[in-house]
Every structure is written in C-alpha cells, then in structure tokens.
C-alpha cells in the first residue's frame, strides 16, 4: 500500500470509481476499508491465486509484481485484461529486476526519465514489442511529502527527545552494511553521541538472526539505541539528521524527502540481473550516489560521526542541490496519482 495508496485514492475519491483490490495478506488492513468504492477480497496464495489470475475478467489490472506470466503468476487466458506495472523502487530497473520481468506488461508507470531509457533499451536490445510507457512518477514518494507537510503543520517535524538521530537502513545479503561493520559503525556513532535507529531489512532479520542477536546484546542496554523490524516511524524518520545505507531503495526516498544527505557505505553491489551489462546504461543508484551524499569505506566507518556534523554547515546548499536533482529524476512530483488515474479512467473508457 505505500506505492498504491495515493493512486486508489485518486481513483476511488478524486474520480469516483470503483475498484476491486485483491490481496494475498489475510489481515490485509485494506480487506475491512469502509471506502465504498473499493471492494477488497482475499484470493489466497497457490492454487487457488494462480486460477484466479489465469481466469480473472478486467480490463485492466494494476501490479507492482514483476515477472508477470513468467512463473505462477500467469496474464488472463480468459479474458484481453491491460497490464500495468507499478515500480515500487526508483531504482532502475535493468539492475534490480530479473530479465525479462516487465516482458509481459502493457503499460510501465515509469518514475523518471531514467525508466523510459531503460525500457526503450531494453526492447531495442531483446527485440521486445514496444510497450506503452507512462511519465507517472512515485506514490510513495508523493506519500512521503504529504506526511513531512502534515508533521510540520502540526509543528512536529522537530521532536527533541530524537534529536541528532542517525538511521541505518541496509539492504540485505551477505555484504550488507550490518554484516561488514555494523558493530564498529553502531559503536562509533553512540561514542559520539549520536542515537542511533538501525532497521534491517526483513529479509536481514530472517537469514541472519546471530547477528540480530548480536546487535541487541551488545547496544541494547543503551538508551541511546533504538531497533525497528517495521516501517520507520514517521517523526524518527523526518526529524533525523542523517540516514545511512548502503543499496536499499530507501536511501533515494530519504533524500528526495527530507533533503539532506545520505551516507554510503560501499559493499559489493548485490547482482540481481546477472545481464544487466546487456543493456549499456549506467543505473541510477549507481550513478546519483555521490551526487546526493557521501560514499564511504567499510573500514573507515569512524569517520562517519564528523561526516555528520559537517553536513549542518552547509544545509541549504544541500537542500537546494538534492531538490533540483529530484526534479530531473521524477515525474510528476505530487500528482502522479493524478497522471496514473486519469489514464487508467482513459484505458477502461470508465465515466464519474
């Protein structure tokens, strides 16, 4: 739902339309919404989901979900059903999505310019059929924006009890930043008086819980270090001084959000798309790192805490540059939701 909210809502209320939303998650929050144009059901998983994608009757049906008719999840054999792809990371996509995973889409809701040229190389490279590509922009970044100008309203965007607190969010793997230094990196930051919030990925607190264990036993005790398994509370999020990660998707919300500075610690770059090469473009997480914050050595972590002071002499300029770069990097910057709708209303020949 942080990538769908802000379109089903533009949809359901701004448009007045009805949509089904389907979900494989039994407590699925959305299954008791009392929004009367959503009708939400719960398909299950295996079987029963695969039998009712493969017979589903819509004109068109709206996923984040690559690799579309490639494995269990197959295109409506019972029915001409337009498929739309939602990006759920900005990221791009020729790195972070399989070959071959938006094949079988029709339309790509794209985040930024950097998408239509992935796309359109990637087709010109396979010899792909040409697909209908949309200067949509990213929900949850627009989410994202409403919440700081809703917290700051409130006159919350500055809370003192989570002053000078610092988030670390990696990705996962065995290169990830907790398992190359985080003890050194926690440790350093708490020795300088920092708060520390660390939020593993999901997949992190899976594989690798020794090292969870680890973490707790050793910081636990500090009032200083905070843990999160979920979503980073909106306060902790907007109203800290600094996020460090080293690939996760959320390093690019950040920055484009709150305007500050990411700090990058620089593992091997997990490979998703062993043929990502096939297509000559440079990723953008790969090219926009140094551009909005700081890329580090593991093994110069303890540098890190005067890192972080120096980035509040100059936070203007930071600011300044990070939101001109969010301009030439998405579409549609609160209203993407709009663009995603009206399209949809056009393609379904649906009328309010």
């Known amino acids: 739902m942080n990538h769908f909210r802000t ?3 533009e949809l359901t209320e701004g448009l007045n339309l009805q949509i089904c939303l389907v979900t494989s998650v039994r407590d699925d929050p959305m299954l008791s919404s009392t929004n009367k144009n959503i009708l939400s059901f719960y398909i299950g998983d295996g079987s029963a989901r695969t039998k009712f994608f493969l017979t589903a009757r819509a004109r068109t049906i709206v996923m984040d979900m690559p690799d579309l008719d490639r494995y269990y999840i197959k295109r409506s054999r019972a029915f001409p059903v337009h498929y739309i792809y939602l990006f ?6 020729h790195s972070y999505l399989r070959k071959g ?3 079988h889409y029709d339309t790509i809701f794209c ?3 950097h998408h239509v040229d992935e796309i359109r190389a990637t087709e010109q490279v396979y010899k792909l059929k040409p ?5 949509y922009g990213y929900g949850r970044l627009d989410m994202l924006l409403e919440e700081k100008e809703l917290l700051e309203t409130k006159g919350r965007s500055a809370d003192p009890a989570i002053e000078d607190l610092i988030l670390i969010t990696p990705s996962y793997g065995s ?3 907790l398992e190359r230094c985080g003890h050194d990196l926690i440790d350093s930051l708490l020795g300088s008086q920092f708060k520390v919030l660390v939020r593993p990925h999901f997949k992190t607190l899976k594989d690798s819980a020794k090292l969870i264990r680890s973490l707790k036993g050793q910081f636990g005790k500090n009032p200083d270090f905070l843990f999160h398994d979920g979503v980073i509370p909106a306060p902790y999020f907007h109203s800290s001084r600094c996020l460090i990660s080293d690939w996760s998707g959320i ?3 950040y920055a484009f959000t709150v305007g500050r500075s990411v700090i990058y610690i620089d593992v091997p770059k997990k490979v998703l798309n062993p043929h990502a090469s096939d297509v000559a473009l440079t990723p953008i997480e790969v090219s926009i790192r140094d551009r909005i914050g700081h890329v580090v050595q593991p093994a110069d972590v303890t540098t890190i805490p005067d890192i972080v002071r120096g980035l509040s002499t100059n936070r203007e300029q930071i600011d300044t540059r990070i939101r001109e770069i969010r301009r030439k990097t998405v579409f549609n910057i609160g209203t993407s939701q ?3 709708a009206e399209y949809i209303q056009r393609l379904v020949g649906a009328r309010t």
């Open 338 to 340: 709009t663009i995603g």
């Open 175 to 177: 290169d990830n930043l």
């Open 111 to 113: 985040v930024g310019p």
């Open 251 to 253: 390093s690019m919300e």
């Open 101 to 103: 995973s938006l094949d």
């Open 7 to 9: 379109l089903i809502r």
């Open 88 to 93: 759920h990371s900005m990221f791009s996509m």
């Open 131 to 135: 697909k209908t590509l949309i200067n």
